[in-house]
Structures are given as structure tokens and as C-alpha cells.
């Protein structure tokens, strides 16, 4: 069956690399360092480190915490961190600059995952949220190349997916050393497509434990100072059919209150165009982030056409919707917003955080809309009741606070999988040479579900 996979790849792959061609016209980072996508590294790190695979943005974003644990309590092993997007690429550089090594990475054909690994040569592969590639976990059993798929959910509707393939589905799941699986279901998900029980950990989701960083902070006063005292609400992560629909309420919302402002944050960068060019023609006055462009009274759009600023824009509202939900893409982290006590919308199309998404709905933390005219009304309405915003978003606040956690139990796990290799302040006798890491064969190695 893999092999059939993999001829399938192999079939594919022309269209792959003519829709990275496409995408490339808007977005030219799809074109460059395409050869990172089969293997070929210009450069290589230091052999024997972590390796960690996170998609996209939100991934990246995601793992900040992990890798802050990681550098301070492994520091002589380096870090790789791979996405497959250019914004995910950005949004690393941005995070981690040139502390750690990074890389597009390589497509699941056998040859260019046995050239990444013999480039990079990790002694641990750290896998983010549903990254299942069935070449490169064989490959990494084949090495003696522990895997621990961190942060780990599945959809019912993937797991069912997966399950149609069978016995070729649970020989892969079976292929993972480690699973930190962000919620009950998710881990008997995972159990229930091969993972054998005692290396499946519930561990929750480890978006729990981001930090604002000071500096972000700084610049939410800063921005809300310009702003001014006038009603603000931020649509963040929008995708293509939904900035229509933000727009319509928007339009609702200046009909009673004339001088609100809707910061407009579109999820991916080449589509920043085309959203300035839709907010024109429906005769909104704008201004744009990218070109400095002054937000005053009469603005009643502020489109955030820049990248890695969505944290200040969530900061600086009063109430914020999350994108990829009112279209079928599957929602967004909403906790980036309730992290900073803002209350929190979203629509139906929440699949891929439906637990997130229940957890604030039960906790009175955030509200799920069906459509455009209901994110108006809702939006109208918490833009007018300040008591009930700050009642929203301080439940927001404490829902965060109280799931957090999820970090040491994950690094709890990354300290049982790393071979021989104890963390900053372990055994006296621990080897200056990174290597060490990756000098034992444990491609076997799991862990018990203590």
C-alpha cells in the first residue's frame, strides 16, 4: 500500500509543482527555495538535533512556547523547524531568526525525505497538530528516529478518512513513538487508528501557554492611542468568501454606530490586494497598514495588510471575530484573542478547534454566529454594553489561564523520547557533542502512558 502511495505521489506531483508555480504569481515565495521541497539543502545544521515540523502560521505560532523550553533546556542541541508555506516561513524568521535552522520541508517522496535526513540527521522529530506523512515516518523508524506528534488533534471526520484506508492506516499511526494528544476524543482517535494505547498521552493544547510578550503590549497601547476612544473590532484570519460577509456587518454596525472601525486582517499575504480592491468598491474609506497610511475619524476600515502584527491588532479591540469559520475552512485559534481578555466570535465552520471553540462557549468566553446578519447583531451589541464585553473577556482571560499546563507536560514527554540525552541540569557527565543525541538506535522507543 505504501508503495501505491507513493506512485501516487509520484503521479501528483506535475500538479503540485504547477500549483506552486500558480500561487507563486501572487505569492513568489511558492517558487523560491523550491528545491528544499525534494531535499536539496544549500545549507546544513549541526547533526544530531530537534527537528520540528509546524505547516503553517498558526502552527509556528503555536510551538513558540516549545521551542523557548527547548533552547533553554537543551541548549547544545539545534533546532530545525520546517513549514511547507512561505507565510509559515516568514512567521519563523520573525519568531526565532537565526537561533534556529530553517527549511522548507521535503514532499513525502522516499528520496527526498532520505536526502533531508541525511542532511539534517535529527535525533528527534517533533511533528505539530495532524502532521501524518506515511514515507517520512518509515523512514524515520527505518533510522532509529523517535516521532512525537505534539499537540496532536483529529477531526472526526479525518479519522474517518483515515479509517477507509485501513490496514494501511494503522500500520502508519502504529509507525509514531509518541502522541500529545490536545483532547480525550483526540487521543481515542489516534487509539482507535492503530496507535497502540500506552504511547498516547492527553496533554491539552499547548495554545494555552502563550505569553504576550512585553513588547506587544507596548505596541497595543500605542496603536489604541491612535485609534482613538471610538468602538474597534478585528477580523482576524479572514479567508476568501468571508471578507464579504465581515464587510455586510460592518455596514450594519456603522448604521448605529457611525465611528466604528473594523481592522480587516486577511490570512494569507497575497490576497491583501484583492481585499483592498473589494473594501474600494463597496466604498468603504480605508487605510491601509502596509503603507502607513493615516487611521483617523473618517476611516472606517484599517485593513492589517502586514505580517506578523495580528497579536497587537487582537490587543487593541474591543471584540473580535476569527476567520476561516463562516466559510468551510475550519476555524482559527480563538485563544490569541481570549488570551487578552477580548471577547471572541466565530462561526459554524470551527471543526478543526471545535474543542477551543466549546470550552469558551461553555464557559460563557465567546460566541458562535450562523452568518453574516448574526455577526452584525452581536457585534452591535457588545460594541454598545462595555460591562458585558469586560465580563466576556475576563471569562476569556480565566479560561486560558486555567488550561494552561500543557508545555511541561509535553516537554515531559520530549525528555522520555531524546536518547541519552538528559536536559540542562541533568546528569554531571552529559557530552558536549550534540551528536549524542542522535548516537542511539530507538527508532522502537515509546513511551508509557503513566
Not at 522516499?110 to 515516518?137: D, H, K, S, Y
Not at 546528569?427 to 522502537?444: A, F, L
Request: charge should be positive; aromatic fraction near 6%.
Amino acid at each position: 500500500m505504501r508503495r501505491l502511495y507513493t506512485l501516487v505521489l509520484y503521479l501528483l506531483l506535475p500538479g503540485v509543482m504547477a500549483r506552486l508555480l500558480w500561487r507563486s504569481i501572487k505569492s513568489p515565495g511558492y517558487r523560491q527555495r523550491w528545491k528544499e521541497r525534494f531535499g536539496l539543502l544549500q545549507h546544513t545544521p549541526a547533526p544530531g538535533g530537534i527537528w520540528i515540523h509546524a505547516v503553517s502560521v498558526g502552527e509556528v505560532q503555536a510551538v513558540e512556547p516549545l521551542v523557548r523550553h527547548l533552547r533553554e533546556h537543551y541548549p547544545r542541541l539545534p533546532l530545525t523547524i520546517t513549514t511547507f508555506t512561505p507565510t509559515g516561513s516568514e512567521r519563523v524568521r520573525l519568531l526565532f531568526g537565526e537561533s534556529v535552522f530553517h527549511v522548507y520541508c521535503p514532499y513525502d517522496l522516499p528520496g527526498a525525505v532520505q536526502r533531508f535526513l541525511e542532511n539534517v540527521r535529527p535525533c528527534l522529530l517533533i511533528m505539530v497538530e495532524t502532521e501524518i506523512w506515511p514515507n517520512l515516518l518509515a523512514a524515520c523508524e527505518s533510522r532509529g528516529i523517535p516521532t512525537l506528534l505534539a499537540n496532536g488533534r483529529l477531526s472526526a471526520r479525518s479519522a474517518s478518512g483515515y479509517a477507509r484506508l485501513g490496514g494501511f492506516s494503522r500500520k502508519v499511526f502504529a509507525g509514531i513513538s509518541a502522541v500529545a494528544a490536545q483532547s480525550r476524543a483526540d487521543a481515542q482517535r489516534f487509539i482507535g487508528l492503530g496507535v497502540p494505547e500506552r504511547r498516547v498521552r492527553v496533554s491539552g493544547s499547548i495554545k494555552f501557554d502563550m505569553r504576550i510578550p512585553a513588547s506587544v503590549l507596548e505596541q497595543i497601547q500605542v496603536l489604541r492611542r491612535t485609534w482613538g476612544d471610538r468602538p474597534v473590532w478585528v477580523a482576524a484570519s479572514t479567508h476568501e468568501g468571508e471578507d464579504e460577509q465581515v464587510l455586510a456587518a460592518h455596514r450594519m454596525i456603522l448604521e448605529e454606530a457611525p465611528q466604528a472601525l473594523l481592522v480587516l486582517v486577511p490570512r494569507h499575504p497575497e490576497r491583501f490586494g484583492k481585499v483592498a480592491a473589494l473594501i474600494q468598491h463597496q466604498d468603504f474609506q480605508m487605510a491601509r497598514r502596509s503603507r502607513e497610511q493615516v487611521c483617523d475619524e473618517r476611516t472606517q476600515v484599517f485593513l492589517g495588510d502586514t505580517m506578523g502584527e495580528l497579536p497587537v491588532f487582537l490587543g487593541s479591540a474591543d471584540v473580535a471575530f476569527v476567520g476561516g469559520s463562516l466559510v468551510r475552512v475550519g476555524g482559527h485559534n480563538m485563544l490569541e484573542a481570549a488570551a487578552q481578555g477580548v471577547p471572541v466570535l466565530f462561526g459554524p465552520h470551527v471543526f478543526n478547534f471545535s474543542g477551543i471553540a466549546g470550552l469558551l462557549r461553555d464557559r460563557e468566553a465567546g460566541v458562535m454566529v450562523q452568518d453574516s446578519e448574526a455577526l452584525g447583531r452581536q457585534l452591535s451589541a457588545w460594541l454598545q454594553d462595555a460591562s458585558e464585553r469586560s465580563r466576556i473577556g475576563e471569562n476569556g482571560r480565566l479560561v486560558v489561564e486555567e488550561n494552561r499546563g500543557a508545555l511541561q507536560r509535553l516537554a515531559a514527554l520530549v525528555d522520555e523520547l531524546l536518547p541519552g540525552e538528559p536536559p540542562r541540569g541533568g546528569h554531571p557527565d552529559q557530552k558536549e557533542n550534540p551528536e549524542s543525541c542522535g548516537s542511539s538506535s530507538s527508532g522502537g522507543r515509546s513511551v508509557s502512558n503513566r
